[in-house]
């Protein structure tokens, strides 16, 4: 049998074998079901297969079969299996940290933002050292490239919600992540561009940032103005500028609520007449 040429197999790939693997994975998650007949398909055999013949031989420059479009439908192959089936990829991790990593480094924009999702997933579902993750998240802070946004965004998607577990916070007042998205934000506040990408960020993960929201709205409100009021200004901006203003409401809501909620369970914790017994014996 002749082997597929290739842009045959890119094809393949993206018009095939993607697609049915999308619809093979979906709901995994959360059917049982769903992720038994999953793993009917994409077996130990199969994924072995994967890993060791083509990620394992996607890097070889002389091999004429690798091109960056097919390297590009492979990581987006193996961003898939790893968000879905992260148990049964366990044994294949080294192999799989080495495919998206060495990708991160790639001259070709395409493979290099799928590089930076595919990683992402992979921070998400398995434990790394530390200055890897946020190595890739300041990275990813940086990059506000118009054409690489939509990747970008998906690539923080995946590992902004895993920050918190991947890198806590210790003996500091904020977490590292947290101060590195204080430090690009005062670094690079003077590119709107770059402005325009960290609140994206935030907005999106507003509950992440919210225990550490007082590093951030101060400059949010100085923001404002650069957002939407120039006549100049595209509609995206002034949404975003609305989005700002919405989010420390918010923000200040749930502080309230909050704060009332803790005043309420001291009350309860004192017994009747108990917060009355301690306001006076403070005054």
Not at 227 to 232: D, K, T
Not at 260 to 279: I, N, V
Request: hydrophobic share 45%; proline share 7%.
């Amino acid at each position: 049998r002749q082997p597929a040429a290739p842009p045959a197999l890119v094809s393949a790939l993206q018009l095939i074998v993607l697609p049915m693997l999308e619809h093979t994975l979906l709901h995994v998650a959360t059917d049982p079901e769903k992720m038994e007949e999953a793993k009917a398909v994409v077996t130990e055999e199969a994924v072995r297969s994967v890993v060791m013949d083509l990620l394992e031989t996607a890097d070889d420059e002389a091999s004429p079969a690798h091109s960056e479009p097919l390297r590009i439908q492979l990581l987006r192959m193996g961003t898939l299996l790893i968000r879905n089936l992260p148990d049964e990829l366990v044994r294949h991790r080294k192999e799989l940290i080495k495919f998206g990593w060495n990708h991160l480094k790639s001259e070709d924009n395409g493979s290099k933002q799928w590089a930076f999702v595919n990683v992402c997933h992979f921070l998400e579902a398995y434990q790394a050292p530390e200055k890897i993750v946020l190595q890739v998240f300041v990275a990813l802070l940086r990059a506000c490239q118009p054409e690489a946004k939509e990747l970008v965004r998906q690539a923080l998607g995946a590992l902004t919600p895993a920050l918190p577990k991947r890198l806590p916070q210790g003996d500091h007042k904020y977490p590292i992540w947290i101060r590195y998205t204080k430090k690009i934000l005062v670094e690079e506040g003077h590119s709107l561009p770059h402005l325009i990408h960290v609140w994206n960020l935030i907005v999106q993960h507003e509950s992440h940032f919210y225990p550490s929201r007082a590093q951030f709205v101060p400059q949010m409100v100085n923001s404002l103005s650069r957002l939407g009021l120039p006549s100049s200004s595209p509609p995206e901006n002034r949404m975003l500028s609305i989005s700002l203003v919405e989010l420390i409401l918010q923000w200040e809501a749930q502080r309230k609520k909050r704060q009332d909620a803790a005043k309420a369970a001291e009350a309860l914790a004192l017994g009747p007449g108990g917060a009355a017994a301690a306001a006076a014996s403070v005054a």
